[in-house]
């Protein structure tokens, strides 16, 4: 590359710096130290590598950049301006209220594809798109992740490196902006880019490191990196924090704030520039669709028999499957258990072996949902928490992410609580715009299999281990929201409520129940979120109490939904709630449920209690 | 070693085989394939490498064994009965009811320091143990994590690696027991030694690979990894899935599962056997203790000051770690922000550095809270949600730990949803036995910083990034399951009830609405878990309506808490819950409080519908 190019590449990054200092100043706050460290590294990528058409986000093979070190949106930012895409006005408005330039990328701006924010989750996240460009859509798009060197000690950094190099993924590269300065001080490794080097390269990728300062160098390394072909590549690049202005330049203790005197930084930086890149805008290429039958023919069941609503599942997502494409499902090595494995064996090319590692298991079903498909990503419901920060940025980048976690609650039995989801309704419950569904039986898990597919955000869906009896029709209808009542009189004492494998427990208390002459109402609440606040108030104003059973944490999970259904500042009716207060150990699925109180014996003990002392009466509010 | 040694071993190792299959086999559950593939290394380990008494499983000298690979606890119960800890009987009620024998070990065993079973803990609670033994104990015990390879694929694995190779602890060893196959079929590099190898010495470790049924090389490598004093140092060895029994041995579908013909396969191995292992106990040592003041003076703020929580936390445990030796802090590079810096200039030996790995960070602190120390490890609240998994496990194992999750809520402002801990009550309140902390004011964080120290469990602390008035003296006292009210009076028309940020809005709000003469009674309910339900139930009684207010998203925090204490079938006072229900951008702490619509003039506003509508009378229980 000539030296007049070097030239311009510089000028170019020295606008980045400028526009990062100015952009912060105007918000006075955010990172322009951690912008200027990977301006010269933007600069090239910009205006010499991306394929990138800012007209056309949704352009099927435009390259896809993501901004690991999300705080570094100044420069994020400027590299907009600089495309053209948005204003000097605009970029001004950064941080501010109502402006999309937020302090960390999200997708409300259109060439963001994922939120970015929480560090060392840029490149799982970019693992997920590189495989859907490889394996699904096959286009020769590139993911460019541009991370720092702190974020280099997250877990979920090797998860994605060993994924990554699994699956030869040559459309893949690293940019690392080694500028050694953490938030609070120097990282491990400083600047010995070899340690970063050494470790991806143990992980199957090729690395090319320079100074990320020489704009020379850099080119080289995109061009090295762009002839790698099989394997994932990365540029570990050694620069400096705040590069270009000596009073914050590589110093400790100005991470996260304005440059002390913009003004006078800019003027170091050569003052503000007005270069505009013309971005390369990619080929057209028509990325492969995976044709679906188009018509859905769900699994069906017959009353009364028994089946585990995780068979369910395995049956439906794979009748859905079948019937459109785009569906694509990802477990973690335990896809004999959560029977995610049925899909493998009809649809392997669209079945993705994630191994033991959750947090890419979810990364990468949001790379793919931002690719357009429709992921469904299993594992047990317990080592799904190890996603959970995932799940929160997917939440924050209004991710479409299909979530199945099996073997929940102390039903499972023998293995113990290690292998118990019992924290799960809570965790999902928690997320912003989510949908927790809960199902009961293998028909209703089949429908709700199809129904959450269609929904927007986080659905989760929780199925047991254990076989439950079959006791809905496989014609009845299951709308996300709603729910069933399946024991109801003029005379119900109370209603119980249950879903999953408590669905089963409070029917068979209704049985007991109803031997000693004891009417009550059940209602099946598939739908933890949304809940069916109606029939729920409908049961207080009837029965008068109401009392929740969950295979879950007293927190959180059912009990907590339904309370929260009536905070709305109307009367309330009496509460209780029967959850899973101890610890379990090993024991049968009966002697766990038994123990926990939550099996059909022990509520109706509880009910028979509150009739008996005459604490409830037939339909008296309280 | 002699071949007549050899050969006792090799009697000792399919003795182990022999009693796994057995207890799998009385239990009609568990792993015993698993187990075998371990036998040889778990029988040279037990018989002439670990140094442990288990008379005095206190022993401060005693090494520590951690099965990371959780499920292979058949092989665990049969070492514990080879080395006379447990007899043949209790070794029969593996997995029963009752039986401290669980599916996966926790430390109801007095044996077992944490519980394992959510694969990729072991090696970084391990590290945790190792940095304990070398920074705080200074004692020469090992610390032996025997892992699968499975597992290795877990982030939290290389955060683990990371950390040990950084920490240089040459008394941890990792046995990696890579027996190819996985639950559902081979791992990622089956039989490739190397591939681990390479993996682990890019992370500065010492690594040797071996044939883990050759009971020589067994021994060589054990010999080998004790020499190395100076980083941490791996066995790697190639084993069989179910070793020794041709029906299982080596062959996929047999994972987690008896064996088909139990008898015919101890006949196969030899028959039972009745070798004890003399277990080399360790020598006497007196570890280093550090010596506190035994004096706490905790920081006091003077009323009407503004102080940030999250600065009276730094403050309180640094004195917290003055008056006592056994107090450590950790941090996950931000310690500038959660203020554990603090600590960190007044107490540098014992502080951790953990880097962005907040798995690690919390496995560090379950590590060191099993050897006695009293950990408080610090992040931001969003980013705890990384370890959740690791909470998980925590409150399974019974570890006491104190966690504190800095920047809460939307009130952080302008970094925006990525930053903003708005699920963590949710996730702390859901894990079994926790206790979960919200102080207001600075004076009250820090009695509250002193008061969890001493509880069980895991104990949360959730501090704010802004500054909040002081409104209590410092002496008044907080009590864990406490709450205070701020504002009462016998006309009250309802009950705001806040916390952190938020109590500040309620009593802003309660100004607002005494200006019209309405008056309400405002409650600090700081003990999020367990919950002053007293008090509740006596404001709804007295006022009728309560709003609770919190800088959370609504499912799972205090609004959920407030409704627990309703959950005992007493009457129910009507409620209203304010909470984040929006997804926040970037903005002014004001602003996006109001845009939650949980500042003060919502609140007000709020409230004063609630009166205007009639829908509240003053004393009126609905």
């Not at 799960?424 to 419950?429: E, H, N, S």
């Not at 109490?545 to 959180?556: A, K, M, R, W």
């Not at 009536?566 to 610890?583: E, I, K, Q, S």
Request: with cysteine.
């Amino acid at each position: 590359m000539s030296t007049d190019k070097n030239a311009e590449l510089f000028e170019l990054a020295q606008q980045l710096r400028v526009d990062a200092v100015r952009a912060a100043d105007a918000a006075g706050s955010g990172h322009p130290t951690s912008s200027m460290s990977a301006a010269d590294l933007a600069a090239v990528l910009l205006s010499r590598y991306l394929r990138y058409d800012f007209d056309r986000p949704e352009h099927p093979a435009n390259d896809r950049f993501i901004l690991s070190k999300g705080h570094a949106t100044p420069l994020l930012y400027a590299m907009y301006k600089a495309a053209g895409a948005v204003d000097d006005e605009e970029l001004l408005t950064f941080r501010t209220r109502g402006s999309r330039l937020e302090g960390h990328p999200t997708p409300r701006i259109p060439w963001v594809d994922v939120a970015t924010g929480s560090l060392g989750q840029g490149l799982p996240v970019g693992v997920g798109m590189a495989l859907a460009g490889k394996r699904l859509e096959q286009v020769d798009y590139r993911v460019w992740v541009l991370s720092g060197d702190s974020e280099m000690a997250e877990g979920s950094v090797w998860e994605a490196a060993e994924h990554a190099g699994f699956e030869n993924l040559g459309n893949l590269t690293l940019i690392v902006d080694v500028n050694r300065l953490g938030q609070r001080g120097p990282t491990r490794h400083g600047r010995d880019l070899e340690a970063y080097g050494r470790r991806l390269r143990a992980f199957g990728w090729h690395t090319v490191e320079i100074d990320g300062h020489d704009i020379g160098a850099v080119d080289a390394a995109y061009q090295e990196v762009l002839a790698v072909k099989d394997v994932p590549t990365a540029i570990i690049a050694g620069t400096r924090k705040g590069r270009g202005v000596a009073a914050v330049e590589d110093r400790e203790g100005m991470h996260g704030k304005p440059l002390p005197d913009a003004d006078a930084a800019v003027e170091e930086l050569g003052g503000p520039r007005s270069i505009r890149v013309d971005v390369h805008k990619p080929e057209d290429v028509r990325p492969r669709r995976i044709a679906g039958s188009g018509k859905l023919e769900l699994p069906r069941y017959e009353k009364g028999d028994e089946v585990a609503t995780r068979n369910a599942f395995g049956e439906a997502v794979t009748a859905l499957g079948t019937a459109r494409g785009e569906v694509v499902v990802l477990d973690g090595e335990v896809g004999d258990s959560t029977r995610a494995e049925f899909f493998s064996k009809e649809h392997p090319e669209r079945y993705f072996e994630c191994y033991i590692a959750e947090q890419q298991l979810v990364a990468s079903a949001v790379g793919m949902q931002a690719r357009g498909h429709t992921p469904f990503a299993c594992s047990f419901a317990s080592f799904l928490t190890r996603a959970h920060d995932f799940f929160r940025m997917a939440a924050i980048g209004a991710a479409d992410i299909n979530i199945v976690g099996s073997h929940v609650g102390t039903a499972i039995g023998q293995d113990g609580p290690s292998q118990m989801g019992l924290e799960d309704l809570a965790m999902f419950r928690s997320l912003h715009g989510s949908t927790v569904l809960c199902p009961s039986d293998a028909n209703q898990a089949a429908k709700l299999v199809a129904a959450m597919a269609d929904l927007r955000g986080i659905r989760y869906l929780r199925t047991n281990r254990g076989e439950t009896p079959v006791v809905y029709g496989p014609d009845e209808e299951f709308p996300v929201g709603g729910s069933k009542v399946l024991r109801s009189g003029p005379d119900d004492a109370l209603t119980l409520i249950g879903a999953g494998q408590t669905l089963h427990e409070c029917l068979g208390a209704a049985d007991l129940l109803a031997q000693e002459g004891i009417a009550v109402r059940v209602i099946d609440l598939y739908s933890v979120k949304p809940v069916d606040a109606g029939t729920l108030r409908t049961a207080a104003d009837q029965t008068g109490c109401l009392i929740t059973v969950e295979d879950h944490h007293p927190e959180g999970g059912l009990g907590d939904a339904v309370a929260e259904a009536f905070a709305d500042g109307r009367p309330v009716p009496r509460l209780v709630r029967l959850a899973v207060g101890n610890m379990p150990g090993s024991a049968t699925p009966q002697e766990q449920l038994a123990a926990a109180g939550i099996d059909a014996q022990s509520i109706a003990a509880g009910a028979r209690l509150l009739v008996e002392k005459a604490v409830i009466r037939p339909g008296s509010v309280a």
